[in-house]
């Protein structure tokens, strides 16, 4: 039985059809999902580590809280992907596109992030100690701050003179109607 979990775990997925599936809270550590099909598929909280991403579709999937340390994503479209808290420290990001995607108060430590585009990615509190950020694309079309205004409503992503800098999430890993990004938030 372990031999064959462990040749599912390398091979079984490649390339596999996961659409919009659930896999919440799932352990799914070392399983590889090279050129997999995961667009809107839930990992939220599921155990990915060492897993291997590279090339998959992950657009618009949701990987909320997801442990994801030492994972190879390279490669992957993760465009409007949700990965608010998720744990990418020492994962392999390399050429992905994280295009319009959330990852408030997400975790990069040490991660490879080299010639990665993040083009309107949503990254209010991420933290990025010691990665590799060489060739990154649209590196300043990111936003890694809002602006709160003290008196209510909806915030800013540019500054407004008397409002409050927020450069990471009030909720912290919290998923409320804070974590809507530019555009979505609703009165």
């Known amino acids: 039985m372990g031999l064959r979990r462990d040749y599912i775990r390398q091979f079984g997925l490649v390339g596999a059809h996961l659409d919009r599936a659930d896999l919440r809270n799932k352990n799914l550590a070392g399983v590889n999902f090279a050129n997999a099909t995961m667009r809107g598929a839930d990992l939220t909280n599921a155990d ?9 579709d992950m657009s618009r999937a949701c990987l909320h809280g ?10 992957a479209d993760m465009s409007m992907a949700y990965y608010k808290a998720a744990n990418f420290t020492d994962a392999k990001i390399r ?27 949503f990254l209010v509190g991420a933290r990025f100690d010691g990665a590799t950020l060489d ?9 890694f701050r809002l602006w709160w205004n003290p008196d209510g409503g909806k915030p800013s992503y540019e500054y407004v003179p008397g409002w409050a800098e927020m450069t990471e999430s009030a909720l912290g890993g919290v998923s409320l109607q804070e974590n809507a990004g530019p555009g979505t938030l609703h009165d």
């Open 48 to 56: 990915l580590r060492g897993a291997s991403f590279a090339k998959a």
């Open 66 to 75: 997801a442990d994801c340390q030492g994972a190879d994503f390279s490669g």
């Open 95 to 121: 050429l992905a596109t994280l295009r319009c995607s959330i990852g408030k108060n997400a975790l990069f430590l040490n991660a490879d992030l080299t010639g990665t585009d993040f083009v309107n990615a």
């Open 135 to 143: 060739g990154v694309r649209n590196w300043d079309r990111a936003i």
